[in-house]
């Protein structure tokens, strides 16, 4: 999270391997879009490939992982 002109931002960063100048895995999604809001308890939160990849959502105390919801037990929109 990076906060820049009291405006709230996600950076994210994928990893490179060294010996290759690509990112292991840079599959992004967006799920929820304007047209078709997405809303998903914490027992419904989806596991992407298995636990390894990071669901993000917008919950009622903030940006947070799939992993820090599913342990404050709260939902959100994906």
């Known amino acids: ?3 820049e002109n009291n ?3 996600l950076v994210l960063t994928l990893r490179h391997r060294r010996n290759r100048k690509r990112a292991h895995r ?3 999604k967006r799920i929820s ?3 078709l809001r997405i809303y998903s308890n914490s027992q ?3 596991r992407i490939s298995g636990g390894i990849g990071v ?3 917008s ?3 903030g940006i947070m992982t799939d992993r820090e919801a599913r342990l ?3 939902g959100g929109e994906i």
Do not use: A
Request: glycine share 4%; charged share 40%.
């Open 7 to 9: 405006k709230d931002f």
């Open 55 to 57: 669901v993000i959502l």
């Open 1 to 3: 999270k990076h906060r």
């Open 44 to 46: 419904r939160i989806p």
């Open 26 to 28: 840079n599959i992004l």
């Open 72 to 74: 404050e037990r709260i």
């Open 59 to 61: 919950t009622s105390r």
């Open 33 to 35: 879009r304007p047209g």
